[in-house]
């Protein structure tokens, strides 16, 4: 476990997101701070931007099999990503690919008012179960919450009929927590996978241990 901050933020999950693959950073940053990535995480780390923006963890979102990202991403960046993964843009309005899909290897938890044809690309491009739902009642799903193989830990108010859902979906225990001194937003306070992960800067002792229970780390 490692707290860190990003762009002199805590809110990291903005800036970054991680996989069992491969982990993706602004391009800003440090080469110190890549390493520390890396140790936490056990993957290799890429500085890329997605539509020319340092929000990679804001616009884009995967997992082993692939990532999604803002339909705004220009053909440049697709191409440094394709060196990395598989990648495709997200045929919506809902641009924030990072806010509104929660994913790991196996599943994906959506905003309700993704189309069909994105569910569709979200379905053949992360090789995943997909079905629409709300954390809390919030759609902006992915921002509520952080996957991986291992658990899932989201918004401390989610509903329970909403975490059957989600346990029914990932087949995973479901832990309700907060990360960054009380934030709600798990997806942009921590990056996570099966091996490790990195929270934000401000996160407590009381919150790492709620994280650690839930990512059963």
Avoid: W
């Amino acid at each position: 476990m490692k707290l860190l901050k990003l762009n002199e933020s805590p809110y990291i999950g903005n800036f970054a997101l991680c996989t069992n693959e491969y982990i993706l950073l602004p391009s800003f940053t440090p080469d110190a701070v890549i390493c520390s990535f890396e140790e936490e995480l056990g993957v290799k780390a890429y500085r890329v931007t997605v539509q020319d923006s340092y929000l990679v963890g804001l616009l884009a979102t995967g997992n082993s099999n692939g990532l999604i990202v803002s339909p705004y991403t220009s053909r440049s960046e697709l191409d440094r990503i394709e060196k990395v993964v598989r990648v495709e843009r997200l045929p919506s309005i809902l641009s924030a690919a990072g806010n509104v899909i929660l994913a790991n290897d196996h599943a994906a938890l959506v905003h309700p008012k993704l189309s069909d044809h994105a569910i569709e690309v979200v379905e053949d491009v992360l090789d995943v179960n997909v079905e629409r739902g709300t954390i809390a009642h919030l759609k902006t799903v992915g921002a509520m919450g952080v996957a991986t193989n291992r658990g899932v830990i989201v918004n401390q108010n989610i509903t329970d009929n909403e975490i059957s859902k989600l346990s029914d979906l990932f087949k995973l225990h479901i832990g309700r927590g907060t990360a960054n001194f009380g934030s709600v937003l798990l997806g942009s306070s921590i990056i996570a996978n099966d091996q490790g992960y990195v929270a934000g800067s401000d996160t407590t002792t009381v919150e790492i241990g709620r994280i650690e229970d839930a990512l059963e780390l």
